[in-house]
Structures are given as C-alpha cells and as structure tokens.
C-alpha cells in the first residue's frame, strides 16, 4: 500500500466511527437505528483502534524509509559531486600538463616535422582574433557584440517585496523539507 492508500484507509475507518456515533455518544447500528451495548460498542472499537494503529504504524514504517531514501540519495549526490571535483581538479591538470608539454616539444622541435611508428607531429598555421588585456569591448560596433541578458533576482525580489510590480514577475512561497 503507499502512504496515500494508507491515509485513504485510515480516513475510511475514522469516517466509519463517526457514522457509528449519535450526537449523544451511543454507538448506534446503522442498519436497525438500535443503540449496542457498551460491551459490544468497546469490542468493536477496539478492532477498529488495532487496524488503525496497525495501519499507522504501516504509513509512519513507509515515511520513514522514504525519508532514509531520501537521505542516502543526497549522500550520494554528494560524494558523486565530490569525486567530480577530483575528476575535475584530475581533468585540469592533465590538460595543463598536456599543455606544458606540448609548448616544450614545440621549443625543441621549432617547426621540425617529426614522424615515426607512434606518431606524426606536424603543422598547420591558422588566425584567431586577441584583445588587449584591458580592452573595452563595448567600444566594438553593436554587429561584432553579443549581449546576454540575466535577471538580478535578489534585486527583483527586494524591489517586489518594497511594492514595485513587473509584468510577469513575481514571488513564489516555497517550503524546503529537511531530513536529518
């Protein structure tokens, strides 16, 4: 059963009490109309107290293995974040050191072309365009500039907060569960 089955149950039984009981406290068979003695009432509603602690105990075993779940995912999310930071940092200087060696075979080697069973290093020349270390590159003609647009949402949402209205901005409530 999940949870929602279970609440579902839970709910019928509790509306079932209620049908049982008159405005006075009897427990009434709502067949007849006749109230049951009290023997018969507290047997009956013991049944229905052990299915429903039954069916508690069932719903509070499934949330708590869900929030468990829910714990052990997020502990692996974190340790795959972690190793991709290490992946990364691994990443970086494999490519830096790629980088170190390539510009110190290309000072031995000085355009030499070189070619054996393993390899084959040669040449090829090609154009990229470079900038000035402080270059302003708004004071490049709109057609040679892409501009991005991005939202300051904490200043929006203070502006909102304080009155100011946008069209098609607003501020969304959230709850965040924490699970410990």
């Not at 003695?37 to 429903?52: I, S, V």
């Not at 501009?147 to 100011?164: C, H, M, Q, R, W």
């Amino acid at each position: 059963m999940t949870i929602y089955e279970l609440n579902e149950e839970i709910g019928k039984i509790l509306d079932e009490v209620d049908s049982y009981i008159d405005d006075n406290g009897n427990f009434i068979n709502t067949e007849t109309g006749e109230v049951i003695p009290g023997d018969a009432a507290e047997l009956y509603f013991n049944e229905l107290q052990k299915q429903l602690n039954n069916l508690a105990e069932t719903r509070d075993e499934k949330i708590s293995n869900i929030a468990c779940w829910i714990k052990q995912l997020e502990a692996d999310a974190e340790a795959i974040k972690k190793e991709k930071l290490n992946l990364a940092k691994r990443q970086k200087y494999c490519e830096n050191k790629a980088t170190s060696l390539r510009l110190y075979l290309g000072n031995v080697l000085q355009g030499e072309k070189f070619k054996n069973s393993k390899v084959n290093i040669s040449y090829r020349s090609s154009k990229s365009v470079e900038f000035a270390p402080n270059f302003d590159y708004s004071k490049l003609p709109e057609q040679y500039q892409k501009i991005t647009y991005e939202p300051k949402k904490t200043e929006l949402k203070n502006a909102i907060l304080n009155g100011e209205e946008f069209e098609g901005v607003w501020i969304q409530d959230n709850t965040s569960m924490q699970i410990k």
